[in-house]
Nanobody, 120 residues
Framework: QVQLVESGGGSVQPGGSLTLSCMGSGFKFENSSMSWLRQVPGEGLRWMAGISTGGAGPRYTDSVKGRFTISRDNAKITVYLQMNDLRPEDTAKYYC?????????????RGQGTQVTVAS
């Protein structure tokens, strides 16, 4: 079955950087667009960034444009999210998902998440 395992979360000060990783298995990773989502307690999942199968033309939500970079390594069945200039409002649980844009309807198409906390 589909397995998506995120890693790389943690605590960082404002202005700092983190790189999240997500390894996918149980499906043809190279044939699947991938995204990163995030969720703040009490709110719904929000789409942050998406990347196509070959990695061209990534897309971002406005709040992270210029600060976050999504990339993928199909040989390593891994998608990454490089996060720079982190802000307290970036604090959330981050999930990778099998979609290019939007939140997938099925929970099986996203991972269990990794927590990112941005605080002084």
């Amino acid at each position: 079955q589909v397995q998506l395992v995120e890693s790389g979360g943690g605590s960082v000060q404002p202005g700092g950087s983190l790189t999240l990783s997500c390894m996918g298995s149980g499906f043809k990773f190279e044939n699947s667009s991938m995204s990163w989502l995030r969720q703040v307690p009490g709110e719904g999942l929000r789409w942050m960034a998406g990347i196509s199968t070959g990695g061209a033309g990534p897309r971002y939500t406005d709040s992270v444009k210029g600060r976050f970079t999504i990339s993928r390594d199909n040989a390593k069945i891994t998608v990454y999210l490089q996060m720079n200039d982190l802000r307290p409002e970036d604090t959330a649980k981050y999930y990778c998902a099998k979609t290019f844009q939007g939140v997938p309807a099925a929970s099986r198409d996203r991972g269990q998440g990794t927590q990112v906390t941005v605080a002084s």
